[in-house]
T-cell receptor, first 110, second 121 residues
């Protein structure tokens, strides 16, 4: 089983739609959680950290369920510029390294 | 703040040659640098973790004699792909963490370089 699993998509949604991504992780010692965004042929960029209480940044909402080892990202009122691959990333307690999911590809259509 | 650069951004070489990729933290001292590899349509896979002044720790399945990592200073790490072959063609990305920049701690976040696209003919 992969340490971090995501639905690879692709997701094709119209502009203005709401889209949600899910991610599960296998290591219960995971401590920190992030969503990164990666554009084609570019490096990943931090979109937001994910906190236990859930957090929101503009149109983006992230939630964490430690009991189910599940992370989600919700994008509201999607824009064309939201088209990218979204990576679920986990950091295990005591370890420096990040573990990346395979990414979910999103295309927003006009 | 927290800018990481990589050089070169892309390289094309013949099979059998060695290629060196540089990763620099421009505005903070990176105590730890990470090297990742990403094949098309796949996610980033960690190759190795290097701490300044010590030997790199390689992930399982990564040949340390083929992928030489040097982290001699707090702002520079290099990855040398020795005797490169077509199967080594990939997108190599470094990240850095550690120290402070602009008054903020940088130890809990990895900052990624723009990546180096290697094509081996």
């Amino acid at each position: 089983r992969k340490e971090v699993e995501q639905d690879p998509g692709p997701f094709n949604v119209p502009e203005g739609a709401t889209v949600a991504f899910n991610c599960t992780y296998s290591n219960s010692a995971s401590q920190s959680f992030f969503w990164y965004r990666q554009d084609c042929r570019k490096e990943p960029k931090l979109l937001m950290s994910v906190y236990s209480s859930g957090n929101e940044d503009g149109r983006f909402t992230a939630q964490l369920n430690r009991a189910s080892q599940y992370i989600s990202l919700l994008i509201r009122d999607s824009k064309l510029s939201d088209s990218a691959t979204y990576l679920c990333v986990v950091n295990v307690l005591g370890a420096q390294k990040l573990v990346f999911g395979q990414g979910t590809r999103l295309t927003i259509n006009p | 703040g927290a800018v990481v650069s990589q050089h070169p951004s892309w390289v094309i070489c013949k099979s059998g040659t060695s290629v060196k990729i540089e990763c620099r933290s421009l505005d903070f001292q990176a105590t730890t640098m990470f090297w990742y590899r990403q094949f098309p349509k796949q996610s980033l896979m960690l190759m190795a973790t290097s701490n300044e002044g010590s030997k790199a720790t390689y992930e399982q399945g990564v040949e340390k004699d083929k992928f030489l990592i040097n982290h001699a200073s707090l702002t520079l790490s290099t990855l040398t792909v020795t005797s490169a072959h077509p199967e080594d063609s990939s997108f190599y990305i470094c990240s850095a963490s550690g120290g402070t920049s602009g008054g903020a701690s940088r130890t809990d976040t990895q900052y990624f370089g723009p990546g180096t696209r290697l094509t081996v003919l």
